[in-house]
């Protein structure tokens, strides 16, 4: 059994409104053989053109998912509490769509979003 834990790895975030102005993303992840676990944390310094009525954001994954494999992810914004959503798409390298519960922008000056979830990667 292949197992590595790697403690932080950069992520990408954009979103589908515009640029932050200043964001980061970390993934912390397990893998066991193909199947990763994951947990993201966005942090949302200044929205700067990001922010919009539906804007989604997209964040990098640290392997592709598998051709025959899809995932969700969920979480909540630690400010508030509220719920937040993304999915992964197979074969894809991103966690895409990243929106509230209810399909609301979480994009917002100061918010921590935290993001778990797992999927099956063909490495």
Known sequence: VEVRVLSLVDSTITSSAGAFT???GAIRYLR???RMQFQLVITIAT???AAGVGAAMT???PNAVGASSTSLAHGRINNTGVMVNGNCVAGG???NSILT???DTAIV???V???NGSYETDD
């Open 22 to 24: 200043s964001v980061t």
């Open 32 to 34: 066991m053989r193909r």
């Open 47 to 49: 929205s700067g053109a």
């Open 59 to 61: 964040a990098t994954l």
């Open 93 to 95: 390298t991103t966690i």
């Open 101 to 103: 519960a209810t399909g």
């Open 109 to 111: 000056d100061g918010y």
């Open 113 to 115: 979003l935290v993001l």
